[in-house]
T-cell receptor
Framework: GEDVEQSLFLSVREGDSSVINCTYTDSSSTYLYWYKQEPGAGLQLLTYIFSNMDMKQDQRLTVLLNKKDKHLSLRIADTQTGDSAIYFC?????????????FGTGTRLKVLA | DVKVTQSSRYLVKRTGEKVFLECVQD?????MFWYRQDPGLGLRLIYFSYDVKMKEKGDIPEGYSVSREKKERFSLILESASTNQTSMYLC???????????FGQGTRLTVV
């Protein structure tokens, strides 16, 4: 079945770049996502990439997709303390004539001042 | 502005109780989802629905049921709550052809 894997923790210094990695198994996924969850809150969409793209940039965020290796990464440039959160990778897969969203375990990013 | 609202932020229930978690969306979305979130396990799909009165099992449906009588409302039911159902529950909705899922703020359920 579908599976999405991420490392659980990442710690970086303020001002450095953060890179969060993810691998997925469903090669038919058309969309791949990065969601952010701040303490005590629901998930908020950060960015997504369509499967026929290799890269997407949005201000401090860069998403890289290697479809051959089924590898997705999120790079946050100039990481700030406000970026401390849990980051979830997700893929959209087909299910019963509609779609469902499969999430990874989440990577807890800690930004050190 | 897009809104998915879960009826409670925090809930404490006793073992064996029947528990209802409610979720309402105001975006006329066809698809609605219930996930539970546990540390180290991420979000796991319990049930989803793609239309009124239609439901599909996700990865961990045991001990849960759902109801979707109206398009905007999707309810998760714990038939007989157990301590291993203590968790954060997240509801989401998405349009049939849309790209993203929108999430509610979550309900932290404790079963004692």
């Amino acid at each position: 079945g579908e599976d999405v894997e991420q490392s659980l923790f990442l710690s970086v210094r303020e001002g450095d770049s953060s890179v969060i990695n993810c691998t997925y198994t469903d090669s038919s996924s058309t969309y791949l996502y990065w969601y952010k969850q701040e303490p005590g809150a629901g998930l908020q969409l950060l960015t997504y990439i369509f499967s026929n793209m290799d890269m997407k940039q949005d201000q401090r965020l860069t998403v890289l997709l290697n479809k051959k290796d089924k590898h997705l990464s999120l790079r946050i440039a100039d990481t700030q303390t406000g970026d401390s959160a849990i980051y979830f990778c997700a893929e959209r897969g087909r299910a019963s004539g509609t779609y469902k969203y499969i999430f990874g375990t989440g990577t807890r990013l800690k930004v050190l001042a | 502005d897009v809104k998915v609202t879960q009826s409670s932020r925090y809930l404490v229930k006793r073992t064996g109780e029947k528990v209802f978690l409610e979720c309402v969306q105001d975006m006329d979305h066809e698809n609605m989802f219930w996930y539970r979130q546990d540390p180290g396990l991420g979000l796991r799909l319990i049930y989803f629905s793609y239309d009124v009165k239609m439901k599909e099992k996700g990865d961990i449906p045991e001990g849960y049921s759902v109801s979707r009588e109206k398009k905007e409302r999707f309810s998760l039911i714990l038939e007989s709550a157990s301590t291993n159902q203590t968790s954060m529950y997240l509801c989401a909705s998405a349009s049939g052809g849309g790209t993203e899922a929108f999430f509610g703020q979550g309900t932290r359920l404790t079963v004692v």
